[in-house]
C-alpha cells in the first residue's frame, strides 16, 4: 500500500503533506489506543501513545492496508506517535517525521480523517518536525513520558512553543497531563482538551 505517487511533498526535505481536514470535523469524545482499536466508536479517535513497538511494524507499506478496517472503526486517527529521541543522530529524527506523514497520506487517501500529531526532538528538529503539517487544523500532542525529567520537560516547553508557532492549530488534544507550567502561557490564547486514558473517562475538560 502507497499512495503518495499523486502527493504533494515539501521542498527541502520532501517530507509527504498532508490534506486539510474537512471544515465539519470535531475532535473526537475519547482517544483509544491503537493497540485497543477494536473497542473504538464513530466518536473516538485511535491514537498511538504508546510504545512505538505496540504498531511500528503494522505500518510498514506492507501491512498497512490490513488495517483500514479497523481505523474506519473510529471517527478519526492520530498521526503515528514516532519517537523521535534528542540524542538520535538527525537523519533519524527526519526519517521518524516522514513516516508519520507517509502514514497520515496514506489514510487519507482512503478517506479517513487525520488528527496531526505534534512531536519533536531535540531544537535541531524545530526545523522540520512540523513539516507538512496545515494550518489551522485540530492538533494533537501527547505529554506521557515526555515531561518527567528535568531535559524533556524543557524540551517539551521549547518545542510547544514552536509547534504552537507553526502551525497555528485550531485546537490541541493533549493526551496525559497539562502542567501549569508549561501550558499556562497559552490558555488565553489556544484551545486545549485535555484527555486521560481512554478507560477511565478519557474526555476530560476543556481549558481556554
Not at 464513530?42 to 491514537?47: G, R, V
Not at 525529567?149 to 493533549?174: C, M, S, Y
Request: proline fraction near 4%; charge should be positive.
Amino acid at each position: 500500500m502507497l499512495n503518495l505517487k499523486n502527493g504533494h511533498f515539501t521542498g527541502k526535505d520532501e517530507f509527504p503533506v498532508l490534506r486539510s481536514q474537512n471544515n465539519n470535523f470535531q475532535r473526537p469524545f475519547q482517544m483509544v489506543r491503537f493497540s485497543e482499536r477494536k473497542d473504538a466508536s464513530l466518536n473516538d479517535a485511535i491514537c498511538f501513545y504508546e510504545w512505538d513497538d505496540k504498531f511500528k511494524r503494522q505500518l510498514t507499506e506492507n501491512h498497512l492496508s490490513r488495517l483500514i478496517k479497523d481505523f474506519r472503526r473510529a471517527g478519526s486517527v492520530v498521526q503515528p506517535d514516532y519517537s523521535i529521541y534528542a540524542d538520535d543522530p538527525l537523519i533519524l529524527q527526519k526519517m521518524a517525521v516522514f513516516n508519520r506523514n507517509r502514514v497520515a497520506c496514506e489514510l487519507q487517501s482512503c478517506g479517513i480523517e487525520v488528527i496531526p500529531n505534534l512531536r519533536w526532538g531535540d531544537e535541531r528538529s524545530f526545523e522540520f518536525a512540523f513539516a507538512g503539517i496545515p494550518k489551522h487544523q485540530i492538533c494533537a500532542v501527547g505529554t506521557y513520558g515526555q515531561i518527567h525529567d528535568k531535559e524533556k520537560r524543557r524540551l517539551f516547553k521549547l518545542g510547544l512553543e514552536q509547534a504552537l508557532i507553526q502551525t497555528e492549530p485550531k485546537e490541541v488534544l493533549v493526551y496525559g497531563a497539562m502542567p501549569s507550567d508549561i501550558f499556562g502561557q497559552y490558555l488565553s490564547k489556544v484551545a486545549f482538551y485535555q484527555y486521560q486514558a481512554w478507560r477511565s473517562n478519557a474526555f476530560d475538560k476543556k481549558v481556554i
